[in-house]
């Protein structure tokens, strides 16, 4: 059993394998659930922290010793011009990033709309600045090597994808580097989908126009991976001039 693992087109969580497609994601432990596009999203980042409060030590217990990601974080480190600040972006309840960056060099912080996956992030890493906050509305406290956003910033109501796009970028000192995930299609879209209970709204602009704007805001695209392929769920690796 491994940690479940959201994709773009689905969150897998731990259970029966009966395709060849879930088959493919039997490593991480995984069935497939209810997933539906809408256009009509309508949930509010607060009310997407109310659902993962609901689950934050699921969560904990799922990903605390889970590498679901860190292949991607891995690059993005290779990549940072320096290695000293890092700002995890929704980082959930097991610092699984956190532990990674610390093991590099960094000294992280976390950020997360959930105020019980902060609470439990914290007593698992007494050391590191936590805070509880809205990536829109929130304001960095300072400029970063490395910004992730390891699947947080696809739950964003649409309208916010590309100001919180522009807060990363203007959030990292020169040749910073921010990881962030998003829905691999070609063009905007938003859809549903529940897991453990629970219901969440997921938004992409699609992959064009998140790289051209990755290059409006003064970055350049490093890396980028259909790192689930058949499922949409992609992660780029932008670094600031
Ligand atoms: C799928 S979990 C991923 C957690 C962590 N990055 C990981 O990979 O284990 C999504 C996280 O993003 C957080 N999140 C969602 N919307 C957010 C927002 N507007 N601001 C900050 N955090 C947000 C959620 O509370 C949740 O902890």
Redesign the pocket.
Known sequence: MGGGI?CWDAFVDDGEIATPQSARLAMTGASTIHIQPTGLNKMK?EE??SH?DRIALW?QEQ?LHST??LAALEKAIKFAGNKSSAL???????G??IVELIKNGFTPAG????AE?ISLARKQHPGVNFYV????T?QLPRKYDLITA???TF??PIAEQKPVLKKMCAGLNPKGVVLFTCGGGSVSDEISGGFQGENFDYSTLGVNEFLRLITEFDCSCKYLEYDQYPHNHVSIIAQKA
């Open positions: 959201v980042p997407t922290g993962y969560w990903h679901y990601g995890d972006i929704g980082c959930g309840s097991s699984r990033f950020v997360d709309i959930s996956m906050g809205d990536i829109c929130w390891w699947d947080s739950h964003l």
